[in-house]
């Protein structure tokens, strides 16, 4: 076996890779030289920069689209937290009004529990001390 001096290859396998013939019927595309046919190169070009042109103008669209609607939600969101604002309130001002009321009717119970109380004190100071008497008795405020 033969030896290249320079990497030490073999050079046997070298002639067995030079007998080999390649085949007739296949072709080699040979340098700057292509598949298409100068028409279909114009054709794929125009093809696909009308179509990045399309789908340019369609993301734009959608991007507009987007915004109107997101737009539209703020809008939506902001309305409706306004009306449970003022619900709330309505409802808040309803409960302070009935629990001053009920804080109020409160009040004059106990002021009128009071005024018995003191009118039975009263009453039971001005027997111990004085005989009963009909004017005595007609006293009430």
Same mark, same amino acid.
């Given at each position: 076996?033969?030896?290249?001096?320079?990497?030490?290859?073999?050079?046997?396998?070298?002639?067995?890779?030079?007998? $080999?013939?390649?085949?007739?019927?296949?072709?080699?595309?040979?340098?700057?030289?292509?598949?298409?046919?100068?028409?279909?190169?114009?054709?794929?070009?125009?093809?696909?920069?009308?179509? $990045?042109?399309? $789908?340019?103008?369609?993301?734009?669209?959608?991007?507009?689209?987007? @915004?109107?609607?997101?737009?539209?939600?703020?809008?939506?969101?902001?309305?409706?937290?306004?009306?449970? +604002?003022?619900?709330?309130?309505?409802?808040?001002?309803?409960?302070?009004?009935?629990?001053?009321?009920?804080?109020?009717?409160?009040?004059?119970?106990? +002021?009128?529990?009071?005024?018995?109380?003191?009118?039975?004190?009263?009453?039971?100071?001005?027997?111990?001390?004085?005989?009963?008497?009909? @004017?005595?008795?007609?006293?009430?405020?």
């Amino acid at each position: 076996m033969e030896c290249c001096p320079q990497c030490s290859a073999d050079l046997e396998c070298f002639e067995l890779l030079d007998n $080999l013939q390649a085949p007739e019927n296949t072709v080699y595309p040979q340098k700057g030289d292509s598949a298409l046919s100068p028409e279909n190169k114009w054709f794929m070009l125009i093809s696909s920069s009308v179509l $990045l042109l399309a $789908l340019i103008a369609a993301s734009s669209y959608l991007h507009r689209r987007m @915004d109107i609607l997101a737009t539209r939600l703020n809008e939506i969101e902001s309305v409706l937290r306004d009306r449970k +604002l003022t619900q709330n309130t309505t409802i808040m001002e309803r409960q302070m009004e009935k629990r001053e009321e009920k804080d109020f009717q409160n009040r004059i119970d106990d +002021l009128d529990k009071r005024r018995t109380a003191a009118w039975r004190r009263i009453k039971a100071a001005l027997a111990a001390y004085a005989p009963p008497t009909f @004017d005595n008795l007609r006293i009430r405020p």
